[in-house]
């Protein structure tokens, strides 16, 4: 079992920046993937980016040029870097791991929730315009 636990959200204007982390339990975060998703009020779950274990990430095209995911597997947590935030970046964000993604190399399948076996239980990310 691993637990997620993320952190980093906040309130931002737009056009600011803001750090999500995501930790996992045990250190055991390099044997995942980990994904980012987002919930927006009275809308479904969409993903937002996801890396593998050998660092090659993938983004959905809203936040591409925007956010930078990166994986520290020593300190066992995964960073979301999110700039130049919009007020529709406002959501929840939940991170993910999956192992059956982690030593894909292409990582179509991303962004299907299914794939995740273990979830954060979200933060929240505030962008006023």
């Known amino acids: 079992q691993v637990q997620l636990i993320e952190s980093g959200g906040g309130s931002v204007q737009a056009g600011g920046s803001l750090r999500l982390s995501c930790a996992a339990s045990?250190?055991?975060?390099?044997?995942?993937?980990v994904g980012w998703f987002r919930q927006a009020p009275g809308k479904e779950r969409e993903f937002v980016s996801a890396?593998?274990?050998?660092?090659?990430?993938t983004y959905a095209d809203s936040v591409r040029g925007r956010f930078t995911l990166s994986r520290d597997d020593v300190k066992g947590t995964a960073y979301l870097q999110m700039n130049t935030l919009k007020p529709e970046d406002m959501a929840v964000y939940y991170c993910?791991?999956?192992?059956?993604?982690?030593?894909?190399?292409?990582?179509?399948?991303?962004?299907?929730?299914?794939?995740?076996?273990?979830w954060g239980q979200g933060t929240q990310v505030t962008v006023s315009s």
């Open positions: 045990g250190n055991t975060l390099s044997k995942y993937a």
């Open positions: 993910a791991a999956s192992g059956v993604l982690g030593s894909m190399s292409v990582l179509t399948d991303a962004v299907f929730p299914g794939y995740y076996s273990y």
């Open positions: 890396i593998n274990r050998s660092g090659s990430t």
